[in-house]
């Protein structure tokens, strides 16, 4: 377990989690659809820098979870007239969806 990667991770998310606890409790349901926006636009990036960096925090894990370690390069699948891309499987398979999904 890297100590400082599961540190970054666990703050990340927990801003999050606390923003949206004070951003949404308590409040008429109204005004949650006025406040949404805010949390998407300003606080969902820690919860997506948060998780993205889960395989580097608890590599143990997901190297259990996966057969193989996050580091391993990944190898997609040959395709025709297609830039092929290169890297490890962290940032192929993990991060650059999470990224995507976010935007």
């Not at 926006?37 to 300003?42: A, D, E, K, N, S």
């Not at 699948?77 to 962290?90: A, D, I, L, S």
Request: charged content about 15%; overall charge positive.
């Amino acid at each position: 377990m890297d100590v400082r990667q599961s540190f970054f991770s666990l703050i990340n998310i927990g801003i999050a989690v606390g923003a949206a606890y004070f951003l949404f409790h308590k409040r008429p349901r109204e005004t949650v659809v006025s406040r949404g926006p805010l949390f998407i636009v300003c606080f969902l990036l820690f919860f997506t820098a948060g998780i993205g960096n889960l395989p580097l925090a608890l590599p143990g894990l997901f190297e259990r979870l996966l057969g193989h370690s996050v580091w391993v390069d990944y190898a997609p699948r040959v395709k025709m007239n297609v830039t092929q891309e290169g890297g490890t499987w962290w940032l192929l398979r993990w991060r650059d969806p999470i990224e995507t999904g976010y935007y």
